[in-house]
Nanobody, 114 residues
Framework: VQLQASGGGLVQAGGSLRLSCIVSGSIRMNHMGWYRQAPGKQRDMVTTIMSNFDTKYADSVRGRFTITRDNAKSTVYLQMNSLKPEDPAVYYC??????????WGQGTQVTVSS
């Protein structure tokens, strides 16, 4: 199974981007998430969406970012609005299920200009 993230790029502060993560297999039974890692920092959770569609957000993005999933398309989206100078990072897609599955995508770079 492979995860392919896309949609990153350069945007002005206050702008929007939509990231996509296409998975080569089914995501229906799996929990999906987006994480980000800025240079010199650890990888942090941005948001997750469970197999039952429950969502969780980091405090820093709540109200600005929205995660959705389309099981039929095996795709997870991250709509990022009101981007801030502290949001730039490599954004990684993650898929997991208990202890039996923990898969990462290759990451997509998000850059915000002030």
């Amino acid at each position: 199974v492979q995860l392919q993230a896309s949609g990153g790029g350069l945007v002005q502060a206050g702008g929007s981007l939509r990231l996509s993560c296409i998975v080569s297999g089914s995501i229906r039974m799996n929990h999906m998430g987006w994480y980000r890692q800025a240079p010199g920092k650890q990888r942090d959770m941005v948001t997750t969406i469970m197999s039952n569609f429950d969502t969780k957000y980091a405090d820093s993005v709540r109200g600005r970012f929205t995660i959705t999933r389309d099981n039929a398309k095996s795709t997870v989206y991250l709509q990022m609005n009101s981007l801030k100078p502290e949001d730039p990072a490599v954004y990684y897609c993650n898929m997991r299920r208990g202890t039996i599955l923990n898969k990462w995508g290759q990451g997509t770079q998000v850059t915000v200009s002030s």
